[in-house]
């Protein structure tokens, strides 16, 4: 019984609504295992990984946003990614998704069912044979399986909506972000890129505070807010202070250099703030998804005795 009728690279669908396959590189770290509801599939193990999510482009010519050539992942993909992004445990290992930028193939199915193991599996083989078809190589896939909650990915899609253009700004920025990282000599440029997540992500605090009745929130409503949702539970008084202000000057000199700080000739960057500023931002983004704080804070409020 053939589940699926076949890959093909179809121009045709290019600007419309269809099931991409999305291949991820060797130079990403993978949850182990399948994610799937009715409109995408995640699959990966030791030798492949990729996605499958029925989706569409962005249409600029039919939207209020300006024309861009660079983007290249669409909504639908984005979303799904964030729900398994959002998974990732503070202290455990970091998901780093890493998305070919041309799709792979399309799917000439209009239904399927990936909750199917059958067609999973057999997606999973016409992927690997597609690939060999075309002498792209699938090289070892770097996968783990513990210290991740993975059981909030279908609470995380349910939550984000394609709609969510601020919030899958940010994702695709810090998912470029973990790209970038891969390679030292773009460490900077990592970093700069999650300062856009930072900005996005203070956007989202400041909506959220204004639904929330706070009139005109200011950065220091949202350091407030910060504090009093992650660190005083905790028992760390960090005192008064603005929305991730300890990288506000280095995020000034990074991106200005000639400010009121003075000549910079390179950016004031420490490697630690890179991996620091990623995991802080997944965290907040993970809470502003689901209103609530995953497993791993959990567990720090119990080890603290704060319980």
């Known amino acids: 019984m053939q589940l699926v009728k076949s890959l093909k690279e179809m121009s045709r669908y290019s600007r419309e609504s269809a099931f991409r396959i999305r291949l991820f590189d060797s130079k990403g770290l993978y949850p182990r295992g399948v994610f799937a509801n009715e409109k995408s599939l995640y699959v990966a193990d030791g030798e492949v990984a990729f ?7 962005y249409d600029q010519l039919a939207s209020d946003f300006p024309y861009s050539e660079m983007v290249w992942a669409t909504p639908q993909e984005v979303r799904f990614w964030a729900s398994i992004l959002l998974c990732e445990d503070a202290k455990g290992p970091r998901i780093l998704l890493y998305p070919e930028h041309k799709t792979f193939a399309f799917l000439d199915s209009q239904e399927l069912e990936f909750k199917d193991s059958e067609t999973q599996l057999e997606l999973r083989r016409l992927v690997v044979e597609e690939a060999a078809a075309r002498k792209q190589s699938l090289t070892s896939i770097h996968t783990f399986e513990h210290d991740i909650s993975l059981g909030r990915q279908a609470e995380f899609l349910k939550a984000i909506k394609d709609t969510d253009h601020v919030f899958l700004r ?25 300062f856009i ?15 929330s009745g706070t009139p005109n929130p200011s950065a220091k409503n949202a350091g407030t807010w910060l504090d009093d949702t992650f660190n005083r539970p905790l028992g760390i008084e960090p005192g008064e202070r603005r929305y991730f202000e300890e990288l506000y000057e280095q995020r ?56």
């Open 51 to 57: 996605s499958i999510v029925y989706s569409k482009p």
């Open 170 to 194: 940010a994702i695709a920025c810090l998912i470029k972000c973990d790209m970038l990282s891969r390679y030292y000599e773009f460490a900077e440029e990592a970093i700069i890129v999650a």
């Open 197 to 211: 997540a930072l900005e996005a992500s203070f956007s989202l605090v400041v909506d959220m505070l204004k639904r």
């Open 252 to 307: 000034v000199m990074t991106m200005h250099p000639s400010s009121r700080y003075g000549e910079c000739p390179y950016a004031p960057l420490a490697v630690d703030d890179l991996y620091d500023l990623r995991r802080d931002l997944r965290e907040v983004f993970a809470y502003l998804v689901s209103g609530q704080h995953g497993p791993e804070w959990i567990k720090r409020l119990r080890h603290r005795g704060m319980e």
